[in-house]
């Protein structure tokens, strides 16, 4: 049996469907999916298993120059 196993890193702006594609993706809903912008604030992990593959999907926040919220607690 010949068995594979990779990544993939869901990037882009935000709302444009990432989370929505990687709740399609994996069959689960495992992101919120909401109108609002940067909902999604930290990474996300979802995985696809099968008997000769298996693929873990990266769910990341929108790409913004300023964010609306302080993640950093300094």
């Given at each position: 049996?010949?068995?594979?196993?990779?990544?993939?890193?869901?990037?882009?702006?935000?709302?444009?469907g990432k989370?929505?594609?990687?709740?399609?993706?994996?069959?689960?809903?495992?992101?919120?999916?909401?109108?609002?912008?940067?909902?999604?604030?930290?990474?996300?992990?979802?995985?696809?298993?099968?008997?000769?593959?298996?693929?873990?999907?990266?769910?990341?926040?929108?790409?913004?120059?300023?964010?609306?919220?302080?993640?950093c607690n300094?």
């Amino acid at each position: 049996m010949n068995h594979k196993a990779g990544y993939v890193n869901i990037i882009g702006l935000p709302n444009v469907g990432k989370s929505t594609l990687m709740n399609e993706l994996v069959g689960e809903r495992m992101s919120i999916i909401s109108p609002k912008a940067q909902t999604t604030r930290h990474r996300i992990l979802g995985m696809v298993n099968a008997d000769d593959y298996q693929i873990v999907f990266s769910d990341t926040p929108g790409y913004i120059n300023q964010p609306a919220y302080n993640f950093c607690n300094r």
